[in-house]
């Protein structure tokens, strides 16, 4: 009776050994799987999380060089704007103090619009193509006075005509921040 009694007791033995073990290696695989997954998870936040401030910090930066861009350009039609209103239509008429003040507004503005490129490069990553595009839109009023007033010394336009060309600026540059706010709503 005590052989038998024995072998039960190894049996139980054998039996207990192999499931405690059998538990202990479903709670590890359990908790390595779950350790894989949380892990996984919290990469996946911490990259997504990265992206969205890589995302606000282009949109900021190619914000500040666009509305550097917008105050150049200001500053050269308020330049041209004074000229007609003097009625001062040629470059040659103006004295060394305004024209030296004329040239660096000029540089001023082709700076600008070096940088607004870049903000144009920017939006583009950021799939703002309609941003970009209203950019060039805008530029399109303003470049070709400037050329043709530093190409032939003549400014052409009136100071009614210069006057004229304000509200479409204005509304130009308030789509522009209304697509960037937009976009700044929408950001993930």
């Known amino acids: 009776m005590a052989d038998t009694t024995t072998m039960i007791n190894n049996g139980r033995d054998w039996y207990d ?3 405690t073990s059998i538990k202990i290696g479903l709670g590890a695989l359990i908790s390595g799987i779950s350790t894989y ?3 996984k998870s919290s990469h996946k936040h911490e990259f ?3 992206k969205f401030n890589q995302k ?3 949109l900021n930066s190619a914000s500040d060089a666009l509305e550097k861009y917008f105050l150049a350009t200001h500053k050269l039609i308020d330049f041209l704007y004074g000229m007609t209103e003097k009625n ?3 470059l040659d008429k ?3 103090n305004k024209l030296n003040s004329f040239t660096a507004i000029d540089q001023n503005y082709l700076n600008e619009i070096d940088n607004a490129l870049l903000a144009i490069s920017k939006f583009n990553l ?3 193509k309609g941003i970009a595009n209203s950019i060039y839109d805008y530029d399109k009023v303003i470049l070709p006075i400037r050329n043709d007033l530093v190409l032939t010394r003549e400014l052409k336009l009136t100071s009614d005509e210069i006057l004229k060309l304000l509200p479409t600026l ?3 540059k308030t789509s522009m921040h209304k697509k960037i706010n937009k976009y700044f709503d929408e950001l993930k």
């Open 170 to 172: 204005s509304d130009k």
């Open 56 to 58: 606000i910090s282009m």
């Open 17 to 19: 050994l192999f499931d």
């Open 126 to 128: 950021l799939g703002l």
């Open 48 to 50: 997504s999380k990265e």
């Open 94 to 96: 103006l004295s060394e």
């Open 37 to 39: 997954y949380i892990t």
């Open 88 to 90: 001062i239509t040629n």
